[in-house]
Each structure stands twice: as structure tokens, then as C-alpha cells.
Nanobody, 122 residues
Framework: QVQLVESGGGLVQAGGSLRLSCAAS????????MGWFRQAPGMEREFVAR????????DYTDSVKGRFIISRDNAKNTVYLQMNSLKPEDTAVYYC???????????????WGQGTQVTVSS
């Protein structure tokens, strides 16, 4: 399994942007599907975006389509989440995760980072 470490979270005003990074250790990073999830206080963890290991597949939850962009750099063992036009409802802890199966379901992901806080003020 890969070890994952997120970075790039912080406090931003509504309408602003942040870019999250998730660095992976391990030589098999390129063979994993990678996903971003988020969890707001008192809420269940929810799917945000995913990108396939062959880089042909990208998928977003409806609430972030047109605002967030997921990408990966297999040479750097890193996956990114560019977040634009941020809204207060995007406030959450964001997690990256690795999966062997192409899925939106959190339980399908076998490795998780520790999370990074994103706070969007109104």
C-alpha cells in the first residue's frame, strides 16, 4: 500500500482558490486510482473527485463540477485538487485516498492520508 500525505489546506475567502496536494510514497503509486473525499463537522465523509491510474478517467461530484480540477503527476507520485470559486459549504477536512477499484465509495479505498483542513469564510 502507499502512504499518503496531504498539504495545501487553509483559510480562504469565498470565491478564492486553493490547491491541495497529496504526496504518495511507494513505487506503485501509478497503479492506483486516486480520490479526494471531504468531511464536514457532523457529516459523513463524501466523495469529491477521482482520477484513474491510466489517467483516462476523471469524475466529480456534482457540487464541485466546473470549480474543482483533479490531476496527477505519476513522476512525482502526487495527486492534486485545484479548488476554484470556493464556497463556505466547501469547508471540510479533505482527504486523499488510493484504491485498486474504480469507485466513489470510501470503503473501496485502501490507503488514506491524515487530512487537511479547508475553511472558506463568507
Amino acid at each position: 500500500q502507499v502512504q499518503l500525505v496531504e498539504s495545501g489546506g487553509g483559510l480562504v475567502q469565498a470565491g478564492g482558490s486553493l490547491r491541495l496536494s497529496c504526496a504518495a510514497s511507494g513505487r506503485t503509486f501509478s497503479t492506483y486510482h486516486m480520490g479526494w473525499f471531504r468531511q464536514a463537522p457532523g457529516m459523513e465523509r463524501e466523495f469529491v473527485a477521482r482520477i484513474g491510474w491510466i489517467n483516462g478517467g476523471i469524475d466529480y461530484t456534482d457540487s464541485v463540477k466546473g470549480r474543482f480540477i483533479i490531476s496527477r503527476d505519476n513522476a512525482k507520485n502526487t495527486v492534486y485538487l485545484q479548488m476554484n470559486s470556493l464556497k463556505p459549504e466547501d469547508t471540510a477536512v479533505y482527504y486523499c485516498a488510493a484504491a485498486n477499484r474504480w469507485s466513489r465509495i470510501a470503503t473501496e479505498y485502501v490507503s488514506w492520508g491524515q487530512g487537511t483542513q479547508v475553511t472558506v469564510s463568507s
